[in-house]
């Protein structure tokens, strides 16, 4: 059985009239499916995981040019206070 031809959704039931053979291979198959179910989670785990770092690092990296526009503006206020509070003196 192909990784690709396994239908994961639905776990294949016992029948009413199985030996133990028949239900070794049945706990396998369903074994199967389950560890694929799991592999697939993982990974789209692992992926929403990636998207959630960059999504925090583009944020980080947005407050970071917040505060130095924020500085900037402070400055050139501060500046602006000071030219007109000189200018009142001259």
Known sequence: M???DVNYDKLEPYGMILGMGDRKDTDERNAIKV???QFDLIQKQKQEIIE???YR??????ADRSFRYTIIAIVIA???LLATIITWFI
């Open 35 to 37: 560890m694929h179910a």
């Open 57 to 62: 690092e583009e944020m980080r990296k947005s």
């Open 78 to 80: 501060s500046l602006t």
């Open 52 to 54: 959630e770092r960059r």
């Open 2 to 4: 192909r990784y690709h």
